[in-house]
């Protein structure tokens, strides 16, 4: 059973794309429906962390609104610090999940229990996950893999009932 959901950001919650304004002010879009399938993952009392490579106050804010309490940004070796999350949680291999699209992104979804990767991931990540998605960062991939999850957890009922 997966109990632990851990997210890229670039590529994965959004579509990769960094925009600078002439002011040199970051800006990053984010799906909706990757947010709403998020919120309700942690109402089924599961964990949720981001784990990035950069560092950025909109990924921050994100991640508050969405009531994600694990959030490593600026990080160089994702393998390390989902190690110590998963021990810090007491948790095994099998109970996390993992979405990412790069080549940064390869040891942390190799560490998993399930890996997921967008459909627009790294021709090289696709060809070691456990799942491809037909979704691509930023357009709902991470709402298709929490669904996939939530299926294969066998939660669906739970899930349905968040809304009725």
């Not at 294969?152 to 009725?164: I, K, P, S, V, Y």
């Given at each position: ?29 984010f ?17 949720v ?12 804010h ?37 979405i ?12 998993a229990?399930?890996?997921f ?6 021709l ?16 709902g ?10 299926k ?13």
């Open positions: 059973m997966i109990k632990l959901i851990v997210l890229d950001v670039d590529g994965c919650l959004t579509d990769g794309k960094i925009i600078y304004t002439a002011q040199g002010d970051e800006i990053k879009a799906h909706v429906q990757d947010g709403l399938a998020i919120v309700s993952w942690i109402k089924l009392g599961y964990e962390a981001i784990i990035t490579g950069r560092d950025s106050e909109i990924v921050a994100r991640a508050r609104e969405l009531g994600i309490v694990h959030l490593f940004q600026g990080v160089k070796n994702k393998d390390d610090v989902l190690e110590a999350l998963r021990l810090k949680l007491h948790l095994k291999w099998e109970n996390v999940a993992a990412g699209d790069d080549l940064n992104d390869y040891k942390m979804l190799q560490c229990g399930l890996s990767t967008p459909a627009n991931g790294s090289y990540i696709q060809e070691h996950v456990d799942c491809t998605l037909r979704r691509h960062g930023g357009e991939a991470v709402r298709e893999m929490i669904e996939y999850i939530i294969h957890n066998g939660d669906e009922d739970a899930f349905m009932a968040l809304w009725q």
